[in-house]
């Protein structure tokens, strides 16, 4: 089946650093992949779509230049949550579409958990 | 615009009973619907889906849901539970061949506990 890797799992950085989080399609061809947010005891909120070799579209309310998105390449998404804060601390999970197969279900990555201190 | 209500947020079941976790949508387009599952710190595990034609779909680890599409709700069934199967549980809509990106609109969850 579809395989989505998403790294790294578990992060914890200082307050004003940047994390980049990987997320990699390993056995199909994602032109869209999406990120999510969960907080908590909570259902996963969408933070953008990325479309590969095109700009991330944001949801209502999520700050572009802090949550940097990057699609360069079918199989490849980052998110990148610059100058972060204990408020973004959160478990962050991707989904990627096959390019060639159906447009749904979505795969999902593992999540990661960041922690910023 | 699409949304999802799973009634209650978690349901307790001793082991071997019926499993009823309930999902109702809307959506202003015929819909996709999905149940996932999550266990502790992991990512989301497809359970089954419904897009077209049979109503009642079965999934993975014995469990089946049944669109009702006159009563908006897609609820997962499982006839008997399992240890196993303690984990929370997402309903999911997606707006079909008419929704945008094929974007997907959670419910809040429902927790599933089993009891020995």
């Given at each position: 089946g579809a395989v989505v890797s998403q790294h790294p799992s578990r992060v914890i950085c200082k307050s004003g650093t940047s994390v980049k989080i990987e997320c990699r399609s390993l056995d199909f061809q994602a032109t869209t992949m999406f990120w999510y947010r969960q907080f908590p005891k909570q259902s996963l909120m969408l933070m953008a779509t990325s479309n590969e070799g095109s700009k991330a579209t944001y949801e209502q309310g999520v700050e572009k230049d802090k949550f940097l998105i990057n699609h360069?390449?079918?199989?490849l998404s980052t998110l990148t949550v610059t100058?972060?804060?204990?408020?973004?601390s959160s478990f962050y999970i991707c989904s990627a579409r096959d390019r060639t197969g159906a447009p749904l279900p979505l795969h999902f990555g593992n999540g990661t958990r960041l922690t910023v201190t | 615009a699409q949304s999802v209500t799973q009634l209650g947020s978690h349901v307790s079941v001793s082991e071997g009973a019926l499993v009823l976790l309930r999902c109702n949508y809307s959506s202003s387009v015929p819909p996709y619907l999905f149940w996932y599952v999550q266990y502790p710190n992991q990512g989301l595990q497809l359970l089954l889906k419904y897009t077209t034609g049979a109503t009642l779909v079965k999934g993975i680890n014995g469990f089946e849901a049944e669109f009702k599409k006159s009563e908006t709700s897609f609820h997962l069934t499982k006839p008997s539970a399992h240890m196993s199967d303690a984990a929370e549980y997402f309903c999911a809509v997606s707006g079909g061949s008419g929704g945008s990106n094929y974007k997907l609109t959670f419910g809040k969850g429902t927790l599933l506990t089993v009891n020995p």
């Open positions: 360069a390449s079918l199989t100058s972060a804060h204990p408020e973004d | -």
